[in-house]
């Protein structure tokens, strides 16, 4: 079956631009999870939406980012005049249920950079 | 709070040798535990994970791992490396309460032939 999917892969933008990261989930996943990846380091959580409520967004470094799953299924991950810093791996992963111990299906992520 | 250690940045080992991918963990409470693997390019791919029961538990690709409460591990195994296990291993932790896992900074495998 269709695993999570990200859009774009690669994603270039210049310092101040805003950009949008996609995330389709697998079909059904009730929780769905943002992480910022960088080079040589683990995934860093960002948010977390059970549904379309947003639980816990502490990770979230500035409020220059934004995210959003209207529906419950899709999930955009927005960030405003962006920075250099910005500059990472965005992953999105999503878990069939709310229980603690279910795994995460993660998608291969958007590419940032920031010129 | 919770937090994992990965003290290798990298693990070398020779084809068809075991191999052992080490994790240590800090959580209140009875952890929940996960490895997962990440391919050059790719998301990470779920392996394994402890929740309760057996303290050995194995999972894909002739992995596996054993929870010791005492040293508060989780070591990753597998009997006979193969070059295709080259890749990034991430531990992962959360406390029975939390929806939050927290990685680890990862270890890279790389295997010799």
């Known amino acids: 079956g269709a695993g999570v999917s990200q859009s774009p892969r690669y994603k270039v933008a210049k310092r101040g631009q805003d950009v949008a990261l996609r995330c389709d989930p697998i079909?059904?996943?009730?929780?769905l999870f943002w992480y910022q990846q960088a080079l040589g380091q683990g995934p860093e959580f960002l948010t977390y939406?059970?549904?379309?409520?947003?639980?816990?967004k502490s990770g979230l470094p500035s409020d220059r980012f934004f995210a959003e799953r209207p529906e419950g299924s899709v999930s955009t991950l927005k960030i405003q005049r962006t920075q250099q810093e910005d500059s990472a791996v965005y992953l999105c992963?999503?878990?069939?249920?709310?229980?603690?111990?279910?795994?995460?299906?993660f998608g291969d992520g958007t590419r940032l950079s920031i010129l | 709070a919770q937090s994992v250690a990965q003290p290798e940045d990298q693990v070398n080992v020779a084809e068809g040798n075991p191999l052992t991918v080490k994790c240590t963990y800090s959580?209140?409470?009875?952890?929940?535990l996960f490895w997962y693997v990440q391919y050059p390019n790719r998301g990470l791919q779920f392996l394994l994970k402890?929740?309760?029961?057996?303290?050995l538990v194995k999972g894909s690709y002739g992995f596996e791992a054993e929870f010791n409460k005492s040293q508060t591990s989780f070591h990753l195994k597998k009997p006979s490396a193969l070059v295709s296990d080259s890749a990034l291993y991430f531990c992962?932790?959360?406390?029975?309460?939390?929806?939050?896992?927290?990685f680890g900074r990862g270890t890279s495998l790389i295997v010799h032939p």
């Open positions: 939406f059970q549904n379309e409520a947003q639980l816990d």
């Open positions: 992963a999503s878990s069939l249920g709310t229980g603690g111990g279910q795994p995460q299906h």
């Open positions: 402890y929740i309760t029961g057996d303290n």
């Open positions: 992962a932790v959360k406390a029975g309460g939390s929806y939050i896992p927290t």
């Open positions: 079909s059904g996943h009730v929780s």
């Open positions: 959580v209140s409470g009875n952890p929940y």
